[in-house]
């Protein structure tokens, strides 16, 4: 079983605040990324980082911003909250197996209202 | 760039096979991933395939591919109550990043 983590499960915030998603694995994987799961049920990649200090934005513009000082944690900031940030947010992780498969957070429900 | 495609619905009886399916178009892909959500979860790795395979059998789960076609597919034998979730098949780039591209998910319902 995967060891990555995300908190809260669930937010209900108000316009214009500032929020930040947690997610944290303790498998020692270099690659994590963000995805952006909307209502009908797609996944878009939003932020990836390859390690320490490395960020990236995905396919997805999002007005998100993501930071790794450690390996271990991947956060994601949203600094002023609006209504169309409403969704899923998916974070996972992957090593540098051949297979490169991915293990997933349980995910964040954010609605901004 | 790159897409996979998947049915949006499937409904089978309890005890029946189903099989779903997907299609993708980056030919140069390595491995093709099929994940499992349940309601309110993250996504769970079920199985994955490599490019040079043409079929894997774990268990319940055989996954078929046609690389000439571009076509995969998810077949679970018995179908059980508790296999009733979202099924997202996924294509993994060959670039450095490495991110997924995922189909839009088939919802299975299974009936008693």
């Known amino acids: 079983e995967a060891d990555i983590y995300q908190t809260p499960r669930y937010l209900v915030i108000g316009t214009g605040k500032k929020i930040t998603l947690e997610c944290s694995q303790t498998?020692?994987?270099?690659?994590m990324y963000w995805y952006q799961q909307d209502p009908g049920m797609e996944l878009h990649l939003i932020h990836y980082?390859?390690?320490?200090?490395?960020?990236e934005k995905g396919d997805l513009s999002s007005e998100s911003t993501v930071s790794r000082i450690r390996t271990e944690h991947f956060p994601l900031t949203l600094e002023s909250a609006r209504p169309s940030h409403t969704s899923q947010y998916l974070c996972?992780?992957?090593?540098?197996?051949?297979?490169?498969?991915?293990?997933f957070g349980p995910g964040t429900r954010l609605t901004v209202t | 760039g790159e897409d996979v495609e998947q049915s949006l619905f499937l409904s089978v009886r309890e005890g029946d096979s189903s099989v779903i399916n997907c299609t993708y178009t980056?030919?140069?892909?390595?491995?093709l991933y099929w994940y499992k959500q349940e309601p309110g979860a993250g996504l769970q790795l079920l199985t994955y395939?490599?490019?040079?395979?043409d079929m894997k059998q774990d268990q319940r789960l055989t996954v078929l591919l046609n690389k000439k076609d571009k076509h995969l597919s998810l077949r679970i034998a018995d179908t059980q109550t508790g296999d009733s979730a979202i099924y997202f098949c996924?294509?993994?780039?060959?670039?450095?990043?490495?991110?997924?591209?995922f189909g839009s998910g088939t919802r299975l319902q299974v009936q008693p």
């Open positions: 980056d030919s140069s892909s390595t491995y």
């Open positions: 996972a992780s992957s090593d540098r197996s051949t297979t490169e498969e991915q293990y």
């Open positions: 996924a294509e993994s780039e060959t670039g450095g990043r490495r991110a997924l591209t």
């Open positions: 395939i490599f490019s040079n395979m």
């Open positions: 498998m020692g994987h270099d690659k």
């Open positions: 980082s390859y390690g320490v200090n490395s960020t």
